[in-house]
């Protein structure tokens, strides 16, 4: 009995040492010469904040304009109620520079110097490609010029925007991205203040760390990149991407919501109940080229009743044949209008789902999805782990395509049963069920409707 009583008093007297320390941080009322320790005491900036072992609580309502990074064992929520904590990525003009900034280059062509650093507030980051720009936003009312071209004499519509037409890092000199030239009729500052995303990861390497209640947004390189251990839900990503990624290919861009790259050991991670809008290129993606010279296998690697709209593709998915999934899914998941994804710049690989494996798969289940409004899978090889997806597809869609191989059958939706035949031949997948709608038709809008009714989208906190 008395060495149960010592072993009780030993555990009271050390846990404190090891009791979970709670940092809250405020953008609007914090200040860096504060503790952190209270609501009342908060930080300004979430990089003031230790890196491991804590609880990371931002205040509902606030913008912060920085990345986090490199946690390890930490949580990252909201405290306070409100609009949930916005991590933003956007180099914001500042309110008194609304048209001063822009100049008249002619034939309704206006340029803005991006490294004149007086005239924006927001999201400020040093390093030769930050202003590799990915998209233009106008907060007051919700305009997205996202249409990046490589060649100034291609400004021809309204929100076409030119930086560089280079991509090769080697010849990447401080001016490659100095000026920004806007296809405007009149001064774009008439329009409002406008943001324009930085090339940054919003949130990244992170290990044994669980995020949830924030939103993500104004990153245009990725939102989550580098997660292990890790658990995501409830948090928003919302334009996501654009920018050119240096050295790939001829001209490509950036841009995935949450991006698993198995160049690294990357394993046991949840995305859970997040929302994705207006992301570039995927919402959510597990890949490797099979050029890396390093590689890991995904393990229990899960995207789960998530909402996905406005994407380039949702899901996307390749790995050198050799290297196999492990408990692995894509499942639950919601959605809406794949291909439009606000950045004006449609490709023949827009659809729900994109895979560049180099053979089928056995080892990866996408199942129990519902997507209306997108075409289907774009992709040579598919995974044969597929089952209670259901399909609300217009007819001037695509159930089956790849852009890559000119004489891989397309399959247009509007064939109706003759392309679902050819598709589950191709794909094996015997389960998926294929809705194919008019596009303007009474029962399109009626299925639309249904289905945004199941769309939650709650951009608030409270405690």
């Known amino acids: 009995m008395k060495q149960h009583l010592l072993v009780i008093l030993f555990l009271l007297v050390v846990s404190p040492i090891y009791s979970i320390q709670t940092y809250y941080i405020s953008s609007s009322s914090g200040s860096d010469s504060n503790n952190g320790l209270t609501e009342k005491s908060p930080l300004k900036s979430i990089s003031k904040a230790p890196k491991s072992n804590v609880v990371i609580k931002l205040k509902a309502g606030d913008v912060f304009y920085e990345s986090i990074s490199d946690l390890k064992n930490c949580t990252v929520t909201a405290y306070g109620k409100g609009k949930k904590p916005v991590l933003s990525g956007f180099k914001r003009v500042k309110a008194a520079k609304g048209t001063q ?14 490294s004149a650093n007086e005239n924006f507030t927001g999201f400020f980051k040093v390093g030769d490609y930050v202003n590799d720009i990915g998209v ?59 943001s324009f995303s930085s090339r940054a990861y919003g949130v990244y390497n992170l290990s044994g760390c669980h ?7 104004g990153f245009s390189a990725h939102g989550f990149w580098g997660i292990t251990n890790s658990k995501i839900d409830r948090c928003e990503l919302d334009l996501i991407g654009g920018a050119i ?15 698993f790259y198995m160049d690294r050991d990357l394993r046991n991670c949840e995305i859970r109940n997040c929302y994705f809008s207006r992301v570039y290129d995927c919402g959510a993606t597990i890949q490797l080229s099979k050029n890396s010279k390093t590689r890991f296998k995904p393990i229990s690697i899960r995207f789960i009743g998530n909402v996905f709209v406005n994407c380039r593709q949702a899901f996307e998915h ?17 959605i809406l209008d794949a291909g439009e994804n606000g950045f004006r710049s449609p490709e023949s690989r827009d659809a729900a789902f994109l ?19 997108s075409s289907f899978y774009c ?4 995974t044969k782990n597929m089952s ?6 217009y007819d001037d869609q695509y159930i089956a395509s790849y852009h890559f191989d000119s004489s891989f059958p397309k399959l247009n939706a509007k064939e109706g049963d003759e392309s679902i035949k050819k598709y589950k031949t191709i794909s094996k997948d015997n389960d998926t069920e294929f809705i194919v709608m008019g596009r303007n038709s009474f029962m399109s809008s009626l299925y639309r409707y249904l289905f945004l009714r199941k769309i939650e989208h709650d951009e608030t906190v409270g405690d």
């Open 318 to 334: 390749f790995l050198p044949s050799d290297l196999p999934y492990e408990n692995c899914e894509f499942s639950d998941n919601l």
């Open 136 to 194: 233009l936003y106008c907060v007051e009312k919700d305009l997205v010029y996202g249409h990046l071209v490589n060649d100034i004499k291609k400004l021809k519509e309204t929100g076409d925007f030119f930086i560089t037409s280079e991509w090769l890092k080697k010849n990447v000199k401080p001016e490659t991205f100095k000026y920004l030239y806007l296809k405007h009729r009149g001064n774009p500052g008439s329009e409002g203040l406008w």
């Open 379 to 382: 992709g040579k090889h598919y």
């Open 101 to 114: 900034v822009w100049t008249s280059v002619g034939n309704d062509v206006w340029r803005i110097d991006l």
């Open 388 to 393: 209670g997806n259901v399909v609300y597809i």
């Open 355 to 373: 895979s560049y494996e180099s053979t089928d798969r056995s080892d990866l289940r996408i199942t129990n999805n519902k997507i209306f409004g």
């Open 211 to 217: 995020v949830s209640n924030i939103k993500v947004q």
């Open 245 to 259: 990624q240096l050295d790939t290919y001829e001209w490509v861009r950036f841009g995935n919501g949450i991006e």
